[in-house]
């Protein structure tokens, strides 16, 4: 990442796909919650136009979050698609003022996924392990109503799901949701305490495991990544984002041919359509000397993004790579 006009590019990779001006700047993001308030990640969400024609969609991350920037004003539908789970589908609407000179807005607007209650049905449709814990009274509402101020924008909630915890150490959602929120925020150090803490509890979620890897990464400990995220993709092996960041982590620590399988990996369970995907291969690949492949990459990258920004300079390095290949 510090070599070339290649590695230059690499802000690219945290794009979201948007609609559709260049000029535009505001922004829908938020969070996707299953009815227990913990991330619901790889879950579709759609952007519709005030006609309901799709403009433009994306997956949760890990933490169950989506986004999409660079909007011009108007009317948009966000609906989360549940097809091959059984939660009810939810959409909500959101304006941007169309009066000229009106400031850019970015409105989050957050999921809180409700389940089709069938006969003998009792799974919750979120992936992951069920973790069932007790927790006292006085804590669940602290921690509720941290959730709900943070729901409607108020930062205090962070304070109250701190409390809860104060109050009940071992509450593994708060721990897990606390974490979320700082990694979130860039506090990475206050979220990888949160998230060990969170894995101490309940060993088996992979929200905390991965959370905990993205954290280590962030803390510039890829070692520590590789490890925590090779243990998140055990816990769930379907997930797309923890097969990337596995491959990113393996890449930081030079253990390239690893790093390809993660990625193909993540590549072949997003049926080849994420662009971050095909954009971390072309690294990988660059640093092997596969030019040619990692200008394949960059083609698939830009055709799973069209609109992505400085495209004559992603075009340039194709160029390049290909010459030297």
Same mark, same amino acid.
């Given at each position: 990442?510090k070599r070339?006009?290649?590695?230059?590019l690499v802000?690219?990779?945290?794009?979201?796909?948007? @609609?559709?001006s260049a000029?535009?700047?505001?922004?829908?993001?938020?969070?996707?919650?299953?009815?227990?308030r913990?991330p619901v990640?790889q879950?579709?969400v759609? &952007?519709l136009?005030?006609?309901?024609?799709?403009?433009?969609?994306?997956?949760t991350?890990? +933490?169950? #979050?989506?986004?999409?920037?660079?909007?011009?004003?108007?009317?948009?539908?966000?609906?989360?698609?549940v097809?091959?789970?059984?939660?009810i589908? =939810?959409s909500i609407s959101?304006?941007?003022?169309?009066?000229?000179?009106?400031?850019?807005?970015?409105?989050?607007?957050?999921?809180?996924?409700?389940? =089709?209650? =069938?006969?003998g049905?009792?799974?919750?449709?979120? %992936?992951?392990? *069920?973790?069932?814990q007790?927790? %006292?009274? @006085? /804590?669940?509402?602290?921690?509720?109503g941290g959730?709900? !101020?943070?729901?409607n924008?108020?930062?205090?909630?962070?304070?109250? +799901?701190?409390?809860? +915890?104060?109050?009940?150490?071992s509450y593994?959602? /708060?721990?897990?949701?606390l974490?979320?929120e700082y990694? #979130?925020?860039?506090?990475?150090?206050?979220a990888? *305490? &949160?998230?060990? $803490?969170a +894995?101490?509890?309940?060993?088996?979620?992979?929200?905390?495991?991965?959370g905990?890897?993205?954290?280590?990464?962030?803390?510039? =400990? %890829?070692?520590?990544? *590789?490890?925590?995220?090779?243990?998140?993709?055990?816990?769930?092996?379907?997930s797309?984002?923890?097969?990337?960041? #596995?491959?990113?982590a393996?890449?930081?620590?030079k253990?390239?041919?690893? @790093?390809?399988?993660?990625?193909?990996?993540?590549n072949?369970?997003?049926?080849?359509s994420?662009? !971050?995907v095909?954009?971390?291969?072309?690294?990988?690949?660059?640093?092997?000397?596969?030019?040619?492949?990692?200008? !394949?990459? &960059?083609e698939?990258?830009?055709?799973?993004? %069209?609109?992505a920004?400085?495209?004559s300079?992603?075009?340039?390095t194709?160029?390049?790579?290909?010459?030297? $290949?």
């Open positions: 990442m070339a006009v290649f590695f230059s802000i690219l990779g945290v794009l979201s796909v948007g @609609a559709l000029n535009a700047q505001n922004r829908i993001n938020g969070f996707v919650f299953d009815e227990a913990r990640s879950l579709y759609e &952007l136009d005030e006609g309901y024609s799709s403009l433009a969609r994306t997956q991350n890990g +933490i169950g #979050l989506y986004n999409f920037t660079g909007l011009t004003a108007g009317q948009y539908t966000v609906r989360v698609l097809g091959g789970t059984n939660f589908q =939810q959101v304006s941007f003022s169309n009066i000229p000179g009106a400031r850019v807005g970015s409105e989050q607007v957050d999921f809180y996924l409700r389940v =089709q209650k =069938q006969a049905n009792t799974t919750s449709g979120a %992936p992951g392990v *069920v973790f069932a007790e927790v %006292p009274a @006085a /804590a669940k509402n602290l921690y509720e959730v709900a !101020d943070l729901q924008k108020r930062e205090e909630g962070l304070t109250k +799901i701190k409390e809860a +915890i104060e109050m009940f150490p593994f959602v /708060a721990l897990d949701r974490g979320n990694l #979130l925020r860039g506090h990475y150090q206050a990888f *305490v &949160l998230f060990k $803490s +894995i101490a509890v309940n060993p088996k979620s992979f929200s905390s495991t991965f905990l890897g993205l954290s280590e990464f962030k803390l510039s =400990q %890829p070692a520590m990544a *590789v490890k925590s995220l090779s243990t998140a993709v055990e816990l769930d092996n379907s797309i984002n923890g097969h990337l960041w #596995l491959g990113i393996l890449h930081g620590v253990k390239y041919d690893q @790093a390809v399988t993660s990625l193909k990996k993540a072949s369970l997003s049926e080849g994420a662009a !971050d095909h954009w971390q291969l072309a690294r990988v690949y660059k640093d092997q000397g596969k030019f040619g492949m990692a200008a !394949d990459e &960059l698939l990258f830009l055709k799973c993004r %069209p609109d920004q400085n495209v300079e992603i075009r340039n194709i160029t390049s790579l290909r010459k030297k $290949s």
